[in-house]
T-cell receptor
């Protein structure tokens, strides 16, 4: 158990509504990541964080924002959800430095109707 | 060229078979290499790191070829429980994060 909790586990929402996904870790690991996984695309990096209030964009960041006000929480927000954001979202943490192996949460399955 | 490329498969093999997956990467400066395993509707889990000299963990052997920019995973004596998708992972060209291949699906049958 890597001590990572994602919430909610499942969510159905309507187009145009805001959605926030939460990733919580029980230890003080510095690096946290949000990925999305879609058939045919694999895992793609959305945003990542390298410390409190330190975040940066990944390859598919459009339409997403993140915040990290505490070490243990990394929030992913869809300001106005679209059907193209229907996906499985995984949070991951690195136990060591930036290119140490990642450990993933159980995922959040988001459906935008 | 995509940063990480894998043959999607599926690879269908009988129990006891030996199977090998390859993965190519575009960033010649990559320093970190891993293989992950992902079961259906589950999160990816680290299978093993890949070291320059090659490394083995039980029935699994990982190798790195820097000159040709590929890594490989060899599974010997395949078990039914090895059925999963195997993801190749390297650090990206920007040096900011780990990039995942799309995965290779393995199905082991009795």
């Amino acid at each position: 158990d890597a001590g990572i909790t994602q919430s909610p586990r499942h969510k159905v929402t309507e187009t145009g509504t805001p959605v926030t996904l939460r990733c919580h870790q029980t230890e003080n690991h510095r690096y946290m990541y949000w990925y999305r996984q879609d058939p045919g695309h694999g895992l793609r990096l959305i945003h990542y964080s390298y410390g409190v209030k330190d975040t940066d964009k990944g390859e598919v960041s459009d339409g997403y924002s993140v915040s990290r006000s505490k070490t243990e929480d990394f929030l992913l927000t869809l300001e106005s959800a679209t059907s193209s954001q229907t996906s499985v979202y995984f949070c991951a943490i690195s136990f060591g430095e930036r290119f140490s192996p990642l450990h993933f949460g159980n995922g959040t399955r988001l459906t935008v109707t | 060229r995509k940063e990480v490329e894998q043959d999607p498969g599926p690879f269908n093999v009988p129990e006891g078979a030996t199977v090998a997956f390859n993965c190519t990467y575009s960033n010649s400066a990559s320093q970190s290499f891993f293989w992950y395993r992902q079961d259906c509707r589950k999160e990816p889990k680290l299978l093993m790191s890949v070291y320059s000299s090659g490394n083995e963990d039980g029935r699994f052997t990982a190798q790195l070829n820097r000159a040709s920019q590929y890594i490989s995973l060899l599974i010997r004596d395949s078990k039914l429980s090895d059925s999963a998708t195997y993801l190749c992972v390297v650090n990206n060209q920007a040096g900011t994060a780990l990039i995942f291949g799309k995965g290779t699906t393995l199905s082991v049958s009795s």
